[in-house]
């Protein structure tokens, strides 16, 4: 794992300095891999991060031509 640091500037004009933990994608890997192996929903904390694991499910996704919806592994923040 490697930690930097994110300078946040508020609106005021204030700065804060804050640090964000960025995993080994290895680790990502081996987490997602062993987690798909289970083939169970899977929600928690990994490397600090919030993260979940939906595996694939036999119904299509919505307006798709695909015949199953497939599995998802998502860790950290999307808005950021």
Not at 7 to 30: H, Q, W
Not at 33 to 61: I, K, S, T
Request: with cysteine; aromatic share 8%.
């Amino acid at each position: 794992m490697a930690t930097v640091q994110a300078k946040i500037r508020a609106a005021d004009g204030s700065e804060s300095v804050l640090p964000v933990v960025i995993p080994d994608l290895n680790d990502v890997r081996e987490l997602a891999l062993d987690l798909h192996q289970r083939g169970l929903p899977w929600e928690g904390d990994a490397f600090g991060w919030h993260a979940e694991y939906v595996p694939q499910r036999a119904e299509p996704p919505v307006q798709s031509s695909l015949g199953f919806t497939p599995a998802e592994f998502c860790v950290g923040e999307s808005g950021v």
